[in-house]
C-alpha cells in the first residue's frame, strides 16, 4: 500500500548509531524529518548526508528533528557518524521492516545487491501524520515520489 500525505506514519523502534532504541513516538508533538539512504560510506550516500549536516540549521528553522535511516549494522553507522560528524540519529534499519513500510526499498539494487533502502525523505508532522513524500530516486518511477507535489519547503 502507498502511503499518502494526511495518514498516519509508519511507527518504528530501530537502534542508533549509539545503539540506543529510538522510536518515532518520541517524537510526538514535535516535526521529524526522516531520510532513508542505501548505505553509508558511499560517494552519494555520503554527499546526502553531509549536505544534511551542513545545512542543518534549514531543519532547525521549522523546528525538526531529523533522522537518517539504512540498513547497515548500528556499529557501521557508528563509525560513518564519527568519520562524517553528523549532529543527527542515524538508525540502524538492519531487519528492513522500516524501509518497507514507508516504501523506500529495493528488492534489487546495484552490483546483484538485494535489500537496500530508497533514497527518500519523509515529513512528518507532531500528530505523527506524513506531511510530504519525496523520493530522490529521480531516474526510477518511485512509487511514493506520486503521492505529493507539495514541495519540502511547506511550512506544516
Known amino acids: 500500500m502507498a502511503l499518502s500525505p494526511g495518514q498516519k506514519a ?3 523502534k530501530l537502534y542508533s548509531s549509539e545503539l540506543k532504541e529510538v522510536s518515532l ?3 510526538e ?3 521529524v524529518v ?4 542505501p548505505m553509508a560510506f558511499t560517494g552519494v550516500c555520503t554527499t546526502q548526508l553531509c549536505t544534511m549536516r551542513d545545512t542543518f540549521g534549514y531543519y532547525e528553522g521549522f523546528d525538526a528533528g531529523v533522522l537518517a535511516i539504512s540498513v547497515d549494522s548500528p556499529f557501521t553507522l557508528a563509525k560513518f557518524k564519527e568519520e562524517n560528524h553528523y549532529q543527527f540519529p542515524l538508525l540502524s534499519d538492519f531487519n528492513r521492516e522500516v524501509s518497507k513500510a514507508y516504501g523506500a526499498f529495493y528488492e534489487e539494487f546495484v552490483f546483484g545487491l ?8 519523509f515529513v512528518v508532522n507532531g ?3 506524513l506531511f510530504t513524500l519525496r523520493c530522490l530516486n529521480l531516474q526510477e ?12 519547503k511547506v511550512k506544516f
Not at 526522516?34 to 539512504?37: A, Y
Not at 518511477?141 to 519540502?152: A, F, H
Open 10 to 12: 509508519p511507527q518504528f
Open 25 to 27: 513516538s518520541d517524537y
Open 29 to 31: 508533538g514535535t516535526k
Open 34 to 37: 526522516i531520510h532513508f539512504f
Open 114 to 121: 538485494k535489500g537496500v533502502a530508497k533514497r527518500a525523505a
Open 127 to 129: 500528530s505523527q501524520e
Open 141 to 152: 518511477n518511485c512509487p511514493i515520489l506520486k503521492q505529493s507535489d507539495r514541495p519540502l
